[in-house]
T-cell receptor, first 114, second 111 residues
Framework: DTAVSQTPKYLVTQMGNDKSIKCEQNLGHDTMYWYKQDSKKFLKIMFSYNNKELIINETVPNRFSPKSPDKAHLNLHINSLELGDSAVYFC?????????????FGPGTRLTVT | KQEVTQIPAALSVPEGENLVLNCSFTDSAIYNLQWFRQDPGKGLTSLLLIQSSQREQTSGRLNASLDKSSGRSTLYIAASQPGDSATYLCAATGTASKLTFGTGTRLQVTL
C-alpha cells in the first residue's frame, strides 16, 4: 500500500504553461507538506497544511498555489512556469504539526520546464 | 534561521567498514532530528528519528546520536554493504514541524 503518492511522476512542459501536481496520503495524517529539491539536490520546504489550513508558507513566488480539498490531499498548482521551476517536488505528511512527529515522503515529481 | 551542514559531502568505503556521517545544526531549539536515505531518482526513506529528549536511536546496523547542546548528530553504519550506497540526509525539525535539511552525504560502498 502506497502511503504518500504523487502524480505525475514526470512532467515536461514549456515556459509559460500552468500545471498541477497532485498528492494523496492514506496514513490518516492531518498535516501535509510540499518540498522542492533543486538541481544541487538541496531540499527546502515550500508549504505545509494542517486540516486544510495553511501553516507554513516560505518565500515562494505567488505563481505557486497549494490547494487542500481535504486533509488527505494537497495539490500544487503552478502558473506561468519558468525555467527555474525545474526541480523535483516532494509531498510529505505527518500526524500533526507538533515537531515530534515523523514525516513520510512521496516518491517525488520531476518537473522539467523547457 | 536554522542551518544544517553535513560532512563529508561524499564518502567512498570498501564493503565491511564501519563509518560515521556527521550532521551539525546552528539552532539547538529543535523538536527532533531525522535521518533519511535517498537513492538516485527516488524519494526519501526515513531511517531514524531522534526526539530532542533522546540521545540515540538504533535500527539494525544503523545508530544515530544527538547532542543538542553542541548542535551535532551522527549516523553510524556498521559493517557497510554495497546496498548502503545512497545519499544520506539529516533534517532538523523546528516550529510547526518545519524540516530544515542538510546538504547530504553521498555514500559509495565498494566491493
Amino acid at each position: 500500500d502506497t502511503a504518500v503518492s504523487q502524480t505525475p511522476k514526470y512532467l515536461v512542459t514549456q515556459m509559460g504553461n500552468d500545471k498541477s501536481i497532485k498528492c494523496e496520503q492514506n496514513l490518516g495524517h492531518d498535516t501535509m507538506y510540499w518540498y522542492k529539491q533543486d538541481s544541487k539536490k538541496f531540499l527546502k520546504i515550500m508549504f505545509s497544511y494542517n486540516n486544510k489550513e495553511l501553516i507554513i508558507n516560505e518565500t515562494v513566488p505567488n505563481r505557486f498555489s497549494p490547494k487542500s480539498p481535504d486533509k488527505a490531499h494537497l495539490n500544487l498548482h503552478i502558473n506561468s512556469l519558468e525555467l527555474g521551476d525545474s526541480a523535483v517536488y516532494f509531498c510529505a505528511s505527518s500526524q500533526g504539526t507538533q515537531g515530534t512527529y515523523e514525516q513520510y515522503f512521496g516518491p517525488g515529481t520531476r518537473l522539467t520546464v523547457t | 534561521k536554522q542551518e544544517v551542514t553535513q560532512i563529508p559531502a561524499a564518502l567512498s568505503v570498501p564493503e565491511g567498514e564501519n563509518l560515521v556521517l556527521n550532521c551539525s545544526f546552528t539552532d539547538s531549539a529543535i523538536y527532533n532530528l531525522q535521518w533519511f536515505r535517498q537513492d538516485p531518482g527516488k524519494g526519501l526513506t526515513s531511517l531514524l528519528l531522534i526526539q530532542s529528549s533522546q540521545r540515540e536511536q538504533t535500527s539494525g546496523r544503523l545508530n544515530a546520536s544527538l547532542d543538542k547542546s553542541s548542535g551535532r548528530s551522527t549516523l553510524y553504519i556498521a559493517a557497510s554493504q554495497p546496498g548502503d550506497s545512497a545519499t544520506y540526509l539529516c533534517a532538523a525539525t523546528g516550529t510547526a514541524s518545519k524540516l530544515t535539511f542538510g546538504t547530504g552525504t553521498r555514500l559509495q560502498v565498494t566491493l
